[in-house]
Nanobody, 123 residues
Framework: QVQLVESGGGLVQAGGSLRLSCAAS????????MGWFRQAPGKDREFVAA????????NYADSVKGRFTISRDNAKSTVYLQMNSLKADDTAVYYC????????????????WGQGTQVTVSS
């Protein structure tokens, strides 16, 4: 089992920045691919970004490319999502997810999820 706890959400004006963190515990963090997903009110959950177990590869949704950056610190068992140039459309609950697979930064198969953190961007 992997336990994931997100933090760093909040209210920010359009054009501003936030950094989300996701702290993991319970298993060997460095064996897991990590992803960020989000769900806006009335919409399905969607992929935002992913990073492979060693940070060697990353993957982003087109809607966030050039604005968001995913990174990880395996020594701290933490994954981050730096969000810049935020837009009202980025408003959502953001979820951290983990998949026990090496060299993967895809969008599917994540079996462990955090509780989510709310990000609200005011226009």
């Amino acid at each position: 089992q992997v336990q994931l706890v997100e933090s760093g959400g909040g209210l920010v004006q359009a054009g501003g920045s936030l950094r989300l963190s996701c702290a993991a515990s319970g298993r060997i963090f460095s064996n897991y691919a990590m992803g960020w997903f989000r769900q806006a009110p009335g919409k399905d959950r969607e992929f935002v970004a992913a990073i492979s177990h060693n940070g060697g590869s990353t993957n982003y949704a087109d809607s966030v490319k050039g604005r968001f950056t995913i990174s990880r610190d395996n020594a701290k068992s933490t994954v981050y999502l730096q969000m810049n140039s935020l837009k009202a459309d980025d408003t959502a609950v953001y979820y951290c997810a983990a998949r026990n697979l090496l060299n993967y930064s895809g969008t599917r198969g994540y079996g462990y999820w955090g509780q989510g953190t709310q990000v609200t961007v005011s226009s």
